[in-house]
């Protein structure tokens, strides 16, 4: 706290990010990274982009990556927005489309941004507690709100939901603007970008951090009704004008055209959070149903405080929040087959000496 400060930034309750530890080593399983490394033709277009052209300014409105979403979700340019990784576009999205008149909804549990941008932007909310199961329940919307927003799957219980209960939702909550944010889509859920051209209050944002493994590249997107993406073009241009560099655009626009890689790890990332699914079973973990890249696990009869900080002690870090409904449960990135060996081994040593078998 300082004197210099405004009022709205004392108040602010910043997002914590999970740690990027600086230790070799490591199995990292905490931040839903992709364990496989970006498509070659990514690597190739961001080198072939160093040079002397660093000295002029992006394009931008990043129009070759717009150009490459469109065309392969079979939209037009003007649908899509495109943004510094999607907590920039979110950011944007509560600034620009929410409303002032009532609060906006979204789960109690969920991605903990949310609350954030609300502080930031001075927006009112309402959590709607998921149902014991933690799945989302459509019903539960049905009341006067200035915005609706979730992931799906939801962070971080994995859990997704069927597509038809998202145009149920749409169906009956047309005056406010509903959000769906598909950060993990790709690993399992439907995705409801068929739905944008039918429902012009709907907005879907995905990321290229977690299936597209460039979380380092920072690249996120949203589509929509042309409106809805023309009120994030204001706000990006009344903050700043290029948040997209120029090694960014040309990579996130390469990995939309190399199809084949992004299959081939998806399918991996999906095959190895099945079997993980299956190792942690045999150790007494009960788990969410994920169609995410990570599961979402706790133990009968041992702490997830406890666990995680044994895993710690051996190299594995995983994410535990200390937070209402969640804080017996492990959020844990599915990594390679290696990385969650090496998490079973380190489970079963801490869980059999406490008895926990
Ligand atoms: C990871 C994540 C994001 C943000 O991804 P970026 O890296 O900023 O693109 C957004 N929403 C959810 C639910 C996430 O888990």
Redesign the pocket.
């Given at each position: 706290m300082s004197r210099f400060w405004s009022p709205l930034v004392s108040r602010l309750s910043p997002y914590v990010p999970g740690e990027q530890p600086k230790i070799a080593n490591l199995t990292k399983l905490n931040t839903?990274e992709n364990p496989y490394g970006p498509s070659p033709k990514v690597l190739e277009a961001i080198r072939a982009e160093v040079g002397d052209r660093l000295r002029l300014y992006p394009d931008p409105e990043g129009t070759a990556l717009k150009q490459a979403i469109a065309s392969y979700h079979g939209l037009q340019t003007n649908q899509v927005f495109v943004g510094n990784?999607?907590?920039?576009v979110?950011a944007f999205i509560f600034q620009a489309l929410f409303q002032h008149n009532e609060p906006i909804l979204f789960p109690d549990v969920t991605?903990s941004?949310y609350p954030v941008y609300c502080g930031l932007y001075e927006i009112d909310y309402r959590l709607i507690p998921l149902a014991e199961d933690f799945s989302i329940r459509i019903a539960d919307y049905a009341q006067p709100n200035g915005g609706i927003i979730f992931?799906n799957p939801n962070?971080p219980t994995g859990r997704a939901l069927a597509l038809a209960e998202i145009e149920a939702l749409l169906q009956a909550n047309t005056d406010s603007v509903v959000v769906i944010?598909e950060?993990?889509v790709d690993f399992g859920a439907e995705s409801a970008i068929p739905l944008v051209n039918r429902y012009p209050n709907l907005l879907v944002s995905q990321?290229?951090?977690?299936s597209r493994s460039l979380?380092g590249l920072?690249v996120?997107f949203a589509v929509g009704h042309p409106e809805l993406i023309e009120a994030l073009i204001r706000v990006k241009d009344s903050f700043n004008s290029y948040p997209l560099d120029r090694l960014a655009i040309v990579g996130a626009a390469a990995s939309f055209a190399d199809e084949p890689y992004f299959q081939q790890t998806r399918q991996a990332v999906m095959a190895s959070r099945e079997a993980l699914v299956a190792e942690m079973a045999k150790l007494g973990f009960e788990t969410i149903p994920s169609a995410a890249n990570f599961i979402f696990s706790r133990h009968p009869a041992q702490d997830a405080a406890k666990i995680a900080a044994s895993l710690r002690e051996r190299g594995v870090i995983v994410r535990h929040f200390r937070k209402p409904r969640i804080d017996q449960y492990l959020r844990i990135t599915v990594g390679t087959p290696a990385q969650n060996a090496t998490l079973i081994a380190a489970l079963a040593e801490i869980l059999v000496p406490a008895g926990g078998l």
């Open positions: 839903n990784g999607s907590d920039e979110l991605y941004f992931p962070a944010d950060a993990y990321t290229l951090s977690k979380a920072r996120g």
